[in-house]
């Protein structure tokens, strides 16, 4: 019964690789989101989905790329991977309702390590 | 831009004492408010949230109060246990497309 599943859990790759990671999530949420957790903690948004539409980018490099294919899923596909990439991202999902903030539902994390 | 600032980094308090963690925000429109906890190798999850038309809200050992006009929030934690020690970020909303800005985060240690 999990809310809301990410993979892989760990992954750890060379500079100048292509990934992805994967996110799903069986709450029936409408709204889907990417974030950065670095090293000293600090949560940063990369995008948000509404409805499997963009309604969220924050300043990210380009090589980062977000696909919905549904509202169920949300993945992100990083290339030319970098040092400074390394990081733990967090998949999370919310219940939109009218403009009304709800909680978000969090994933337990990718722990991405580039070498 | 608009700012979450959170205090303090890190937090350490006896087993059974009080824990106060503080959050100033620079939006005045932001209108909701919540805290997440985060343990160790796992994601955030809401613990207590608070609305704009409210100045207090409580839920067993956990509050949270909101003062508007100053523009700060705080959670506190009654009785505190071992497995309150996390790290605990505040969060406030901004804008239209349900975007949250983030505290640092505070590191909160109980000593047996």
């Known amino acids: 019964d999990t809310a809301v599943s990410q993979t892989p859990k760990y992954l750890v790759t060379q500079m100048g690789n292509d990934k992805s990671i994967k996110c799903e999530q069986n709450?029936?949420?409408?709204?889907m989101y990417w974030y950065k957790q670095d090293s000293k903690k600090f949560l940063k948004i990369m995008f948000s989905y509404n409805n499997k539409e963009l309604i969220i980018n924050e300043t990210v490099p380009n090589r980062f790329s977000p696909k919905s294919p549904d509202k169920a899923h949300l993945n992100l596909h990083i290339n030319s991977l970098e040092l400074g990439d390394s990081a733990v991202y967090f998949c999370?999902?919310?219940?939109?309702?009218?403009?009304?903030?709800?909680?978000?539902?969090f994933g337990p994390g990718t722990r991405l390590t580039v070498l | 831009g608009e700012n979450v600032e959170q205090h303090p980094s890190t937090l350490s308090v006896q087993e059974g004492d009080s824990a106060v963690i503080k959050c100033t925000y620079s939006?005045?429109?932001?209108?909701?408010f919540p805290w997440y906890k985060q343990e160790l190798g796992k994601g955030p999850q809401l613990i207590i949230d608070i609305r704009s038309n409210v100045g207090e809200k409580k839920d067993q050992r956990i509050a949270v109060t909101l003062n508007k006009t100053a523009k700060h929030f705080s959670l506190h934690i009654t009785e505190t246990q071992p497995e309150d020690s996390a790290v605990y970020f505040c969060a406030a909303s901004i804008g239209s497309n349900y975007q949250l800005i983030w505290g640092a985060g505070t590191k909160l240690i109980i000593k047996p």
């Open positions: 999370a999902s919310s219940p939109s309702s009218g403009g009304r903030y709800n909680e978000q539902f």
């Open positions: 709450l029936g949420h409408d709204t």
């Open positions: 939006d005045s429109a932001s209108n909701y």
